[in-house]
């Protein structure tokens, strides 16, 4: 499947492909003076930020060349495309993901590896695919929670 998400080299490619801009969250700090509302409020949601990189992950609808399918896309834009970086061949088995009554659903996550730090999880998804499967082969493989 590898093939089909190489050849995207600036927005438009990613919005023709269905894949529609959403910018990750990010993590913000609570100021001390407001970490008694923010911790009993309703108007808050808050969770713990683990030690990994951002990302989202878009449950694609199947087509004529391909089953339902997964993209993942990190934070970071990308000088080559002008787009957020995709990650997609980086974690084969979140891209594989084949969950039909998820298609259209974007998940905004943390990409993380069990048991690792954020440099393992960095030096994963900063590199190029193939390098990227075989070093989760050694360490473990990537997960988005």
Excluded: W
């Amino acid at each position: 499947m590898s093939e089909y998400f190489s050849g995207y080299t600036c927005p438009a490619d990613y919005e023709k492909a269905g894949i529609i801009p959403i910018e990750p969250m990010t993590a913000k700090e609570i100021m001390n003076k407001d970490r008694g509302e923010v911790m009993t409020s309703p108007k808050f949601i808050f969770e713990q930020k683990l030690d990994g990189i951002r990302g989202l992950i878009y449950f694609m609808p199947e087509t004529d060349s391909l089953p339902n399918h997964c993209r993942v896309f990190s934070r970071r834009v990308s000088k080559k495309t002008n787009y957020y970086s995709e990650k997609s061949n980086s974690i084969p088995h979140v891209r594989d993901i084949c969950i039909p009554e998820l298609e259209g659903t974007v998940l905004d996550c943390e990409m993380t590896i069990p048991h690792q730090g954020f440099k393992e999880v960095s030096s994963v998804l900063n590199c190029l695919p193939n390098e990227a499967v075989t070093r989760q082969r050694s360490i473990g493989k990537v997960v988005c929670n």
